[in-house]
């Protein structure tokens, strides 16, 4: 079957840096992607990746190892604002995005 | 520019009770997908559509149909409705089907089966 795995909870503390880790195995791969979801909100698109190695973007950087179907999100100098959800999807083989649970951050002062 | 939007945001229904959520989107995209998010799972999909006149089933498709008639707009049909089907339903639309392409979602519809 189809798995993508993240931790359920992680809590940083303002200003710190934090790596959400997401570990997948699917049918294909045609790229993978990281969304942030705030509560009783819409999933937004953060990265996307589809070759090995990191893509950096302002304060956040997502990581991908096709060979050990791993990635991570990077988040620098964390902000109280981003204390929502990150979600870990992988578009399998029809192109269709497999989503993990979830990642919820809690950010404290 | 609205980008996607959802009717109704929320709605409580009695089992066996019929009802239809409303997506539209105005940026011209061909795909548009409707997905349900549970505590503790992953988004599902449960329908979506590659063109106007189109659909396809997703993961979780019993209990649910779909109709896209114009392309602007993707309509979720639940004929009878089961308390499982408490959820919040997410509609999104993508220009494509693969690379970068980025799926826009609606803001979410809640639906509370009694």
């Known amino acids: 079957g189809q798995n993508i795995d993240q931790p359920t909870e992680m809590t940083a503390t303002e200003g710190a840096i934090v790596q959400i880790n997401c570990t997948y195995q699917?049918?294909?791969?045609?790229?993978l992607f990281w969304y942030q979801q705030h509560a009783g909100e819409a999933p937004t698109f953060l990265s996307y990746?589809?070759l090995d190695g990191l893509e950096e973007k302002g304060r956040f950087s997502s990581f991908l190892s096709r060979s050990k179907g791993y990635s991570y999100l990077l988040l620098k100098e964390l902000q109280m604002k981003d204390s929502a959800s990150y979600l870990c999807?992988?578009?399998?083989?029809?192109?269709?995005?497999?989503w993990g649970a979830g990642t919820k951050l809690i950010i404290k002062p | 520019n609205a980008g996607v939007t959802q009717t109704p945001k929320f709605r409580v229904l009695k089992t066996g009770q019929s009802m239809t959520l409303l997506c539209a989107q105005d940026?011209?995209?061909?795909?548009m997908y409707w997905y349900r998010q549970d505590p503790g799972m992953g988004l599902r999909l449960i329908h979506y559509?590659?063109?106007?006149?189109?659909?396809a089933k997703g993961e979780v498709p019993d209990g649910y149909n779909v109709s896209r008639l114009k392309k602007q707009n993707f309509l979720l049909g639940l004929e009878s409705a089961a308390p499982s089907q408490t959820s919040v339903y997410f509609c999104?639309?993508?220009?494509?089907?693969?690379?970068?392409?980025?799926?826009?979602f609606g803001p979410g519809t809640r639906l509370l089966v009694l």
């Open positions: 999807a992988v578009m399998d083989s029809n192109y269709q995005l497999i």
């Open positions: 699917t049918s294909g791969f045609n790229g």
């Open positions: 990746n589809v």
């Open positions: 940026m011209n995209h061909e795909y």
């Open positions: 559509s590659v063109g106007e006149g189109t659909t």
């Open positions: 999104a639309s993508s220009s494509a089907a693969g690379g970068a392409e980025t799926q826009y």
